[in-house]
């Protein structure tokens, strides 16, 4: 059941749908499926596989896939719902018919594989196309990867479809492919040779509340902030929608008459924008949840990769976001382990000379503290950025990065570095800090990474932009050194240490602190000031 929006726009929008509809007339309901399910699709293999639709009221719906059927009832509001029994991987093109008692519906060339749901903002939407690899173009003949980009859709309230197609990987029709998804995919299958089927579905310039329900929002206790703000702005738009409401009916009964007369149907009464829209931004969310998200429940994934932040940069109430979307997601796609795979915004911008670091400093350190959300893991990139660009060509490493969290803890290869060094605990030793980490696989180094290319260990090289602070906040350059699996930092400014920070800020340039898998240690900071 699709999550339904409690709200005065919803009963509005459902009363001018109704009052519209018996006026001017209704449509037949002809047995009809989404979208994404469509020739060329993958469908999630070993998961209950759910296939729905529409159809006459109290029709009985049948649907074939592979070596399973399934049965339904069309239920009053024209809406039926199939589940399939779990079926293994099938690389093998199989058919899903749906059959009611007048009509047959055939999708050919559907393979059973691994749907990843690719979502967030522009940097996830970037195309391959887009990254000046002509040679990853040319390459591109995977038959076994599908990818389904969905078309922009804000809404103002949950949608039962989403515009798009399946595409199979080629080199005609890659560069259309979100270039993270592409790699991401790419290692994926040519590891385990399972079928990969990516849905884009980001938008660029996004803040995560567009990808959150109104009943999450409203509803999290920890967003409590947050969802005052959205009341406020229901009530006042309340008053605005009471107010335009009153010449209604009068519209009602001129639609009425000119369609009684076959004369033009008068445009109906102006309404107030809605407040969680593109234009009223009081506040600006929900209605990429609604055009994007709401119409892909109830199917069956995989897991989801999430590149998004940039929109969120001053981390408010971040971390409580991102918790109470993904446990929603879960419990809308009905996974309640769905592994979660997202990125750390890579680096942008001038360098910041100062110490205490900040722009989107914060908002890193936040995103390795979501790593506390069970089955999520994190692709730090914070080596393969671009100063001038937001939108970093690398989306290779991204993808690839992306792809050793699933390799190892979605397919079963646990000795894989998943990781770059994670800031875990920080002591103190007189004068000095000591950083402990996670993820040190194989040892620390100092290195550099250009391109594409594997990072390259810089034997003796000074560690760059650790920063030390006393009681008094002041920030200071600090001397790091690697000891062993930790890294020690002092300062003679700094005779009593009591924090660390470690490239804090949009663009630390120099920061070169690496596990021996050739990973990236992770932005971060021990400090809460």
């Not at 529409?54 to 029709?59: A, D, L, M, Y």
């Not at 980490?437 to 290319?453: N, V, Y």
Request: glycine share 6%; net charge neutral; hydrophobic share 40%.
């Amino acid at each position: 059941m699709l999550p339904t929006m409690k709200c005065p726009t919803a009963a509005l929008a459902v009363a001018a749908a109704v009052a519209v509809a018996a006026t001017l007339g209704t449509t037949h309901a002809a047995l009809r499926l989404p979208r994404f399910f469509t020739d060329h699709a993958v469908l999630q293999r070993d998961q209950p596989l759910r296939i729905w639709g529409w159809s006459q009221p109290g029709e009985s719906i049948r649907v074939s896939l592979g070596a399973q059927s399934a049965t339904a009832t069309t239920g009053a509001d024209g809406r039926w719902l199939a589940t399939l029994a779990p079926q293994p991987l099938s690389p093998t093109a199989l058919t899903l018919t749906i059959t009611s008692p007048t009509e047959t519906i055939s999708r050919s060339d559907i393979l059973l594989g691994d749907v990843w749901l690719c979502s967030g903002q522009s940097n996830m939407d970037w195309s391959l196309g887009a990254c000046n690899a002509p040679e990853d173009i040319a390459s591109a003949h995977f038959p076994a990867i599908r990818h389904f980009r969905t078309e922009y859709h804000f809404a103002t309230t949950p949608q039962d479809n989403v515009r798009g197609h399946w595409q199979t990987c080629s080199p005609a029709t890659a560069p259309g492919f979100s270039a993270v998804g592409f790699h991401f995919a790419r290692r994926i299958q040519s590891e385990t040779g399972v079928p990969i089927g990516l849905i884009t579905n980001a938008v660029g310039g996004t803040n995560i509340e567009l990808w959150m329900s109104q009943e999450t929002l409203l509803n999290t206790p920890s967003l409590e902030p947050y969802a005052r703000t959205m009341r406020e702005s229901l009530a006042q738009y309340q008053l605005e929608l009471d107010a335009a409401l009153a010449p209604m009916q009068s519209w009602i009964d001129e639609a009425r008459a000119a369609k009684a007369s076959a004369a033009p149907i008068p445009l109906p009464p102006a309404f107030p924008e809605f407040p969680f829209g593109e234009k009223a931004h009081r506040p600006r969310c929900v209605t990429l949840h609604n055009g994007h998200v709401a119409p892909l429940i109830p199917m069956s994934l995989r897991g989801v990769l999430w590149y998004q932040g940039e929109n969120n940069a001053d981390a408010s109430l971040y971390l409580e976001k991102k918790s109470a979307m993904i446990s929603a997601w879960r419990s809308w796609f009905r996974n309640p382990e769905m592994p979660f795979y997202f990125v750390q915004l890579a680096a942008w911008q001038k360098p910041n000379p100062d110490p205490a670091g900040g722009e989107w400093g914060p908002i890193r350190d936040v995103e390795r503290q979501c790593l506390q959300i069970p089955h999520t893991g994190m692709a730090c990139t914070i080596d393969i950025g671009d100063a001038e660009d937001i939108h970093p060509a690398n989306k290779a490493d991204v993808g690839e990065r992306l792809a050793l969290w699933a390799l190892s803890r979605t397919y079963g290869k646990p000795d894989l570095t998943v990781s770059g060094p994670l800031f875990r605990q920080l002591t103190i030793e007189g004068d000095r800090a000591r950083i402990h980490f996670d993820h040190t696989d194989k040892g620390l180094m100092t290195a550099t990474k250009s391109g594409r290319l594997p990072a390259t260990e810089t034997p003796g090289a000074t560690l760059e932009r650790f920063a030390i602070a006393g009681n008094d906040r002041q920030w200071h350059w600090a001397v790091a050194t690697i000891d062993g699996d930790t890294v020690t930092v002092s300062s003679p400014h700094v005779p009593a240490p009591v924090a660390v920070r470690y490239a804090f800020s949009s663009n630390p340039a120099g920061a070169n602190l690496y596990n021996r898998a050739g990973l990236p240690a992770s932005p971060f900071r021990t400090d809460s000031w």
